[in-house]
């Protein structure tokens, strides 16, 4: 292979690998190109791009994406499937079953999200159910929770909400007492300058007549002196 040719493979390893964090990878060795072709066909229609690669160039791509972890696993034949947008557990229960089926084919290991998987990790990966049961596994186990949670919260919130309504009937009482308490306090005394009433059994004008006349006493009693003497 020219050297322009290894830059170009290096590249588009590269490539994959960034926009790839999940891939397995398998040794192929005894596999024909007929069976390769049909592992790559069926792993196309799970969103997975299955690859016979050469381990040097791999090498030196994954050194330069910093995917150590995938070095490891570059011995002997290699070939990768690369899990794009796909479903994982369909790729790698199609790895699983053709390695049972061919005898032939045998898994390594890969990268799940980024992180080392070993052969026997990407098996009990294979053995799960397929993506669409598995999520409706998922929100069974999680709407069931959440449906006790609620009782939980629920209850104590019915308590604290009769615990507030008795405590606002209470300030009401003691303010409609306060009320009560102010209405039946008695009328304040009437001011010593108002003018008594007239006595029992004196009608209303003799009471004015009589008194004009002790005003008219009043002022002769405080007229001068030489004013009575004719000075």
């Known amino acids: 292979m020219l050297k322009r040719d290894k830059e170009r493979v290096v590249a588009e390893l590269v490539e994959r690998l960034r926009v790839s964090d999940t891939l397995i990878v398998a040794d192929y060795r005894g596999l024909t190109m007929t069976e390769i072709d049909g592992v790559r066909t069926e792993l196309l229609k799970h969103g997975a791009r299955f690859s016979v690669v050469k381990n040097t160039l791999t090498k030196r791509a994954a050194e330069q994406t910093g995917v150590p972890s995938l070095v ?34 045998s898994l390594k290991g890969g990268l799940l999200q980024g992180q080392p998987v070993t052969a026997e990790e990407v098996q009990k990966l294979a053995a799960l159910p397929p993506a669409d049961v598995l999520q409706s596994q998922v929100l069974g186990a999680v709407i069931g929770p959440l449906s ?70 009043d002022e002769e009693a405080s007229a001068p002196e030489g004013k009575e003497n004719g000075n």
């Open 148 to 217: 006790a949670i609620v009782g939980l919260f629920t209850a104590p919130l019915r308590d604290l909400v009769g615990v507030l309504d008795a405590r606002i009937s209470q300030l009401q009482e003691q303010g409609e007492t306060v009320e009560a308490e102010a209405d039946e306090q008695p009328e304040p005394a009437v001011e010593e300058e108002r003018a008594e009433p007239a006595a029992e059994g004196q009608s209303g004008a003799e009471a004015e007549a009589e008194s004009k006349q002790d005003e008219g006493a």
């Open 72 to 105: 490891e696993l570059l011995e002997g034949p290699t070939a990768i499937a690369f899990v794009l947008e796909g479903d994982m557990v369909a790729v790698a229960k199609t790895l699983n079953d053709t390695a049972r089926q061919t005898k032939v084919l």
